[in-house]
């Protein structure tokens, strides 16, 4: 079992940043990739940034250049920093810890990107 506990959504105006957080616990050893998935309403979860164990990272075309994927292992916790916000990437931004066979999802944390 994997635990997630988000922080960090908020509202901010178009061209701010956030920076959202994301710290595991339970049995992360078993962690091969984090990553963060988004959905806006009345549309599907939709991936935003992954990264592997190994440091890889990939994005979401839509997000490339204005957001980074980032992990601390000492402190088991995973970031998406996330410049330049558009009222487009308004969404509830759910963690996500890959493991061998499961996905483990965080509560979910509300970005707003409004004037």
């Known amino acids: 079992q994997v635990q997630l506990v988000e922080s960090g959504g908020g509202s901010v105006q178009p061209g701010g940043s956030l920076r959202l957080s994301c710290a595991a616990s339970?049995?992360?050893?078993?962690?091969?990739?984090l990553g963060w998935y988004r959905q806006a309403p009345g549309k599907q979860r939709a991936l935003v940034a992954v990264i592997n164990s190994g440091g890889s990272t990939s994005y979401a075309d839509s997000v490339k250049g204005r957001f980074t994927i980032s992990r601390d292992n000492a402190k088991n916790t995973v970031y998406l920093q996330m410049n330049s916000l558009k009222p487009e990437d308004t969404a509830v931004y759910y963690c996500?810890?890959?493991?061998?066979?499961?996905?483990?999802w965080g509560q979910g944390t509300q970005v707003t990107v409004s004037s």
């Open positions: 339970g049995s992360i050893f078993s962690i091969y990739s």
């Open positions: 996500n810890a890959r493991v061998p066979g499961a996905d483990y």
